[in-house]
């Protein structure tokens, strides 16, 4: 399982991250839940690629909410 990039390909990261903050500012916890999986969805759907999703879901279970 090699075919996800994790590292960044935003020329600016910290303006990636805000945008999605800024996504969910002001909506409730089902309205953002709703943007979340609309967006991963879309995500999902670019990216096009079982094997690299299925990756992805991997790692992102594996990984732990930073401190």
Do not use: C, W
């Amino acid at each position: 399982m090699d075919n996800l990039v994790t590292q960044t390909r935003f020329a600016d990261p910290d303006a990636a991250y805000h945008a999605l903050v800024d996504a969910h500012r002001g909506l409730s916890e089902e309205e953002s839940a709703d943007v979340n999986i609309r967006l991963i969805l879309l995500l999902a759907n670019h990216i096009g690629d079982l094997d690299v999703l299925k990756e992805a879901i991997a790692t992102a279970k594996k990984a732990k909410a930073p401190a």
